[in-house]
């Protein structure tokens, strides 16, 4: 099956500076990329997506791309706020089928 | 729409024991899922259904059991509980449809195992 692995596991920036959530995917079928933030103590909760025809996808303040060839793909948060504070999963699925992969997630802090 | 729901919140178990923890969503999705999060582990998928009558097997099933009768529920079922199963459990549901990715969660079980 599907095997997502997710880096780093921690990172902490200064309020204004830009971070970067890296994930690898192993199943080259694998056409569908979200990406989900988690505050402490609620569920997760997509953010942003993106499907495997394009290869940057932006909104706002975030972005994810992909490249299918290495099979890796990024979130881009630009000036960083406290509230971006969260843990951030990358997740993988194919369309059409009912399985969806998660990377172990990045615990993200932002310092005022 | 009430979206997914999950009951119970909170649970306490002893070792060996059996429950049921329940899941229900109210937006037609064809697609649901039960995740468990430990710490660092990020979202293990358990089982999954992609409609009624149809389940299999995700990442780590051992120790639980789902079926889907309805398009709404998706119970899953611990069959002798362990203390390896304390996590917080999520239920997921999403759209088959090409387009309607987005995958909603429930609100989350936390269960202990003593």
């Known amino acids: 099956g599907e095997n997502v692995e997710q880096h780093p596991s921690t990172l902490s920036v200064q309020e204004g500076d830009s971070a970067v959530i890296k994930c690898t995917y192993s199943?080259?079928?694998?056409?569908?990329f979200p990406w989900y933030k988690q505050e402490l103590g609620k569920r997760p909760q997509l953010i942003i997506d993106?499907?495997?025809?394009?290869g940057e996808k932006k909104d706002q303040r975030i972005a994810v791309t992909l490249n299918k060839t290495a099979k890796h793909f990024s979130l881009h948060i630009t000036e960083t706020q406290p509230e971006d504070s969260a843990v951030y999963f990358c997740?993988?699925?194919?369309?059409?089928?009912?399985?969806?992969?998660f990377g172990a997630g990045t615990r993200l802090t932002v310092k005022p | 729409n009430a979206g997914v729901t999950q009951t119970p919140k909170f649970q306490v178990l002893k070792t060996g024991q059996s429950m049921t923890l329940q899941c229900a969503q109210d937006m037609n999705h064809e697609y649901m899922s039960w995740y468990r999060q430990d710490p660092g582990m990020g979202l293990r998928l358990i089982h999954y259904s992609v409609g009624a009558g149809i389940t299999d097997q995700g990442e780590v099933p051992n120790g639980y059991n789902v079926s889907r009768s309805t398009t709404e529920d998706f119970p899953l079922r611990l069959l002798s509980a362990a203390p390896s199963q304390t996590s917080v459990y999520f239920c997921a549901s999403r759209r088959k449809r090409s387009g309607l990715h987005e995958q909603y969660f429930g609100p989350g079980t936390r269960l202990t195992v003593t």
């Open positions: 997740a993988a699925s194919k369309v059409g089928k009912g399985d969806m992969r």
């Open positions: 199943d080259s079928a694998s056409n569908y």
């Open positions: 993106i499907r495997s025809n394009v």
